[in-house]
């Protein structure tokens, strides 16, 4: 079945071509087509579209095909396009005409704008709790490991003291920032399309603040033309969205990875988080880290190939839209699949507490050293000068017991301040 057939079918080639994997996809929003359907239903009835005794029909229906995807019994078959074509199936088959009449007013263009919508809501209140676990986990982290030192690198060459307090909540912060834009995606998704049809609005009486209501929109998308350019549009600030949050998951990755590797021994984790390798005995490899930090970067090369497929698109629909699902939904599966798999984790990592007791950590120290001597009345540059020739003459002895007071250093984690933060965005 298909919602545009006209008593003629096409090539089989060119069905299996265009429909691609939407019907894969869709029992992903099938959900959403629903929940836009039954507010669709209520607002056809409530301008004398519908009879009273047919929307409450159709609701009843709606019901029990939400009920199937909710089960995961409901399934498109190949003889149907998609999940729109096998709903409106199932209506008509129940109801007969009233089944039929479901489609009055809309379009199919309008039905995928308003189940993305809906579904990107969903996805990314998710994200953003995910990513709040994740955020709180960390804190926990720095605070129980706030007094461990490590080494802070720069240029990957031994630079200044950090330590697990900093690197747990660098990464915590970080996530704030992440989810700034996840907001603003929301933002945009939160707006109701439902109403524009094929792109161009209907000369029925549709009623759309009633769906937008129904629905739980915060307002809708008015122009009706905008509501159709909307699409990709919303894909891709939800992709930016991700994209920030990858980084941030991607880069501790690596550092993970780092700090796992016997050359540093900063980390380790329990032999069931870790993989062996088929020759070498004495392998611990991180697989998992490995395999967030290359899904994290692939999710960041998202906003990119949405751009390629919409960028200089004109207004209207176009099928290139079609494929901005195939994209975006398997991304934020592989995002909410990071953030669950590292919180798992990091709930089982250990330090090392000892780590800077090694005589090769010593210059950590040379500045904190440096900056005694100006405290002291020692002008920067001659005390700068004096370090540089014990550090070459290998008479430097380094002072290891300075405290670092100001906000956000060593000795001042201002933990309470970036959870609050959190709260407050």
């Not at 189940?115 to 209140?125: G, R, S, V, W």
């Not at 461990?148 to 747990?168: K, N, R």
């Not at 960028?311 to 699949?337: C, F, T, W």
Request: glycine share 6%; net charge negative.
């Amino acid at each position: 079945m298909k919602l545009w057939d006209k008593g003629f079918s096409t090539d089989q080639k060119i069905d299996h071509f265009t429909v691609g994997n939407d019907r894969e996809l869709d029992l992903l929003l099938a959900k959403y087509d629903v929940i836009a359907s039954k507010a669709h239903a209520k607002m056809l009835g409530s301008i004398g579209i519908l009879q009273g005794e047919e929307t409450e029909d159709l609701l009843r229906e709606l019901d029990a095909i939400a009920d199937t995807i909710a089960k995961g019994t409901f399934v498109i078959e190949d003889s149907f396009e998609d999940m729109h074509s096998k709903i409106e199936y199932l209506l008509t088959e129940k109801l007969g005409d009233t089944g039929k009449k479901i489609h009055t007013a809309r379009s199919r263009n309008d039905q995928v704008l308003v189940a993305m919508h809906l579904y990107l809501k969903d996805e990314l209140t998710e994200i953003k709790e995910q990513t709040k676990a994740l955020f709180e986990l960390l804190l926990d982290l720095a605070e129980t490991h706030k007094a461990v030192l490590l080494p802070g690198y720069t240029h990957l060459q031994i630079a200044m003291p950090s330590s697990f307090g900093l690197w747990f909540s660098a990464y915590a912060e970080s996530l704030i920032d992440d989810l700034y834009f996840v907001e603003a995606a929301y933002k945009v998704a939160d707006q109701n399309p439902l109403g524009s049809a094929a792109g161009y609005g209907s000369s029925f009486p549709i009623d759309r603040t009633l769906t937008t209501r129904e629905m739980g929109f915060e307002t809708m998308k008015y122009n009706v033309v905008a509501a159709q350019m909307g699409r990709g549009k919303v894909e891709k600030a939800t992709a930016f969205g991700l994209a920030n949050i990858a980084a941030t998951l991607s880069k501790m990755a690596m550092d993970i990875c780092l700090y796992m590797s016997q050359n540093f021994d900063f980390i380790s984790f329990p032999d069931e988080l870790t993989t062996g390798s088929s020759i070498m005995p004495h392998k611990k490899n991180p697989d998992v880290f490995e395999l967030v930090r290359g899904k994290c970067n692939k999710l960041q090369s998202i906003p990119n190939q949405l751009t390629l497929v919409i960028n200089n698109l004109p207004s209207g629909y176009h099928r290139d839209l079609q494929l901005v699902k195939e994209i975006i939904v398997p991304a934020i599966q592989d995002m909410k699949a990071c953030l669950e798999i590292l919180t798992f984790s990091l709930k089982e990592i250990r330090v090392n507490d000892t780590i800077l007791d090694h005589s090769k950590y010593d210059y950590l120290f040379s500045v904190d050293t440096l900056n005694e001597l100006v405290q002291n009345g020692m002008p920067f540059r001659d005390a700068y000068k004096k370090m540089g020739q014990e550090i070459q003459a290998g008479t430097f002895v380094p002072k290891r017991d300075t405290v670092h007071t100001h906000e956000g250093s060593l000795g001042n984690l201002c933990l309470d301040e970036i959870r609050n933060k959190m709260k407050e965005g």
